[in-house]
Structures are given as C-alpha cells and as structure tokens.
C-alpha cells in the first residue's frame, strides 16, 4: 500500500503550551486533526472556564490563516474546585473534560490532587452533566517504583473510582502497561483510554540506548516490551475504546537536555504518520482510520469530520530542531526516517 486515506482524526491528548511555545506547535497539530482535546497543565494552570476561554482565543489567533481546527477545552481539576465550575463549563460549551492530574505526577501537577476524597462532591457534578474525567494514571509517590505507579494507581484510585461514580465517563489517559489495556478492556460501559505513538513504537530500552537518551523520556515512563505489545495489540483490535491521543509534550531542547531533564516528547510534527508506521507494524492499517478518526469522536459526542487526510508511503526526516519561541524544540525522530508523510508536508 503506497497511499492511505483517513476520514480527518483528532488528537484526543495534547499539549499546546502557550504564547511563542504554542505560536511554534500548533500548526503541526491542526495540520493533521481537526480537533485536540487540550491538556490545561499551564504555568498558572487552566482552572476555570473563564480561564480556558482566553486559553482559546489564544490558540484561535495562533492557527495558521485559513486552518480549520478546533481546540476542545480542559479544565484542570484541584481540591478547590467547585461543583459550580463543571455547571459553567458545561454551559460554555468548548470545555470537554476535566483533567486530573494526582500531584506531583508530572509536568505542572503540583496543583492536583492528593485527596480523591476532596474532589468527591466535584465528580458526582459531573456525573450529573456527563462531563468526561481525563485521567492522569500514575500514583507518584517515592516509595513506588517508578515502572509501577500505573499499576498503583489502578488499584488504589481508578478501579473505585469508576465503581463509585458508575456512570462517569473516563479517559484513562495515555496508557503504558499490558495490565492497563486489560482493566480498561473489562472496565464498565463508559470508561476509554488513549495510547500515544511513543507507547507503540517503543519499549524502555529506548532510553536507555548507548547512552542516557532524555528525548525518550516523558510520563508515564516507556515500559517493557510485553507492554508495549499488548498496548498495540489494543489501538489495532478494532475495540472502540482505544482511540488516538498523542501527548506531544514540548519542552524545550535545554530543559530536556539537562541533569533534571524534563518529561515529554514532541510527537506533533509527524503524528499520524507515526501512528501509521505502529499500525503497518502489525499489518493493521486497515484499523488506523477508526482508531485516529471515528472512536473518539463517538466517545466524546461529537461529529466525526466529513474530510480527509492522505498519507503517502515516502520516507523523510524532521529536522535536528524546529524553532520553539527563543530557543529549540527536538522532535520525536530528529535526523532520523519516518515512513510516511502526510500528502502536501
Ligand atoms: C507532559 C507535559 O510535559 O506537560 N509530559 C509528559 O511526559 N507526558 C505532562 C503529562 O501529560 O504527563
Ligand atoms: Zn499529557
């Protein structure tokens, strides 16, 4: 197969940044999905919807003219957030979920939570609305290791969790491990997960290849081989809770080239095709197109979009760095091949 087109995905995950960061990104994105859910992990975080409205606008002047792409809101959850908010949220429209981070799991998560019990009464508001939970899954305490808090945070949160608010509608977000891919398979009506490219395509021993490599680094960390497996065995089955969510998650080259390098990959510029690549892998491009274009759409209630993207099958190489405001942004396969190309890049 040398061509293959796609009824227009989304990015169900991703990270936009903000001023010159997001004026570098999201023309990769919106060159390629027609909507994203937005992660709203900013430096004052996106708590309100009075706050992701301007997140928006913002993102709207940032499109290339002429681009036609949606940016879905989040809303990021804390230990004070009020019932009250995920009414307005509802309301205004653009907000499609609400993010939670456990603190200090990842990037700017320190303002999440550290007691679900806190957020009890917010959740059960947003069971009435039916307003999805976007899920960070990873207990980040000291004493779990670090391969593990996935699995922790399984058994600890979300299993009682989804068991306590039975009609809640989640996104485990960006999952990693085998044992996730089977909870979320027997999980009630309702509970969905997104898996990103850099979950397909490689195992841990990629950060660790000849060197310390702090470009394959984001969270949750890359886990083993059989993970990775049962993850690409679960974006190519064809069951409707798997769909695409990518993470891309710029930072720039100093702050990941550093001795406390930070977590994220940058996926966006090469996204799909990455995608692609982990389908054809396993045979299975003929699943690509629900996976990117249909699955999360149905989750979410929205539309699925009535055009299309083409990929060709002709291998190119991004560029050892892509401008990001004052400094440099590495991409996901810097100076290396990808074997697809999105037709007209
Ligand atoms: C994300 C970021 O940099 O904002 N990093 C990452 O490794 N994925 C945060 C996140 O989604 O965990
Ligand atoms: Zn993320």
């Known amino acids: 197969m040398n061509s293959l087109t796609l009824r227009r995905p989304d990015d169900w995950h991703v990270h936009l940044r903000d001023g010159a960061a997001l004026a570098a ?11 994203a859910i937005v992660m709203p992990n900013l430096k004052p975080a996106i708590t309100t919807t009075a706050l992701a409205q301007a ?11 002429g681009a036609r792409f949606e940016p879905l809101l989040t809303l990021y959850l804390t230990e004070s957030t009020a019932p009250a908010e995920i009414d307005r949220a509802r309301a205004a429209g653009f907000v499609h979920g609400i993010k939670l981070y456990p603190a200090g799991a990842t990037t700017h998560s320190d303002a999440g939570v550290t007691d679900m019990a806190k957020v009890h009464g917010v959740l059960a508001r947003m069971e009435e609305l039916d307003m999805p939970l976007l899920v960070h899954g990873e ?4 004493d779990i290791d670090v391969f593990d808090r996935e699995t922790h945070f399984i058994d600890s949160v979300l299993a009682p969790l ?17 044992g996730a891919v089977e909870f979320v398979s027997k ?3 309702g509970v969905a997960a997104t898996i990103t490219p850099q979950h397909l395509l490689h195992n ?20 083993r081989e059989h993970d990775r497996e049962a993850l690409l065995g679960a974006a190519t089955s064809g069951n409707a809770r798997f769909f695409l969510g990518t993470d891309s998650a710029p930072h720039e080259r ?12 940058f996926t966006a ?38 055009d299309t993207i083409t990929l060709v099958k002709e291998s190119w190489m991004p560029p050892r760095v892509y401008d990001f405001g004052a400094g440099a942004l590495v991409p996901f396969r810097a100076g290396e091949s990808i074997a697809w190309r999105l037709a007209g890049t």
């Open 25 to 35: 990104v999201v023309k990769f994105t919106a060159q390629r999905f027609g909507r």
């Open 55 to 65: 997140y928006r606008e913002r993102i709207m002047a940032a499109l290339p003219k």
């Open 139 to 142: 207990t980040p305490r000291p």
């Open 162 to 178: 989804t068991e306590r608010f039975r009609s809640l509608r989640v996104v485990f977000e960006h999952i990693t491990t085998a």
């Open 187 to 189: 999980a009630r009506a």
């Open 204 to 223: 841990r021993n990629a950060i660790f290849a000849g060197g310390i490599r702090p470009h394959y680094y984001c969270l949750p960390i890359l886990k």
């Open 254 to 265: 100093a702050a990941k080239e550093s001795a406390c390098g930070c977590a994220g990959m």
């Open 269 to 306: 510029h090469a996204a799909i095709e990455l995608y692609a690549e982990a389908f054809e892998s396993v045979g299975r491009l003929d699943r690509l197109e629900a996976f990117a274009s249909h699955f999360g759409a149905d989750f979410y209630g929205l539309p699925r979009h009535n």
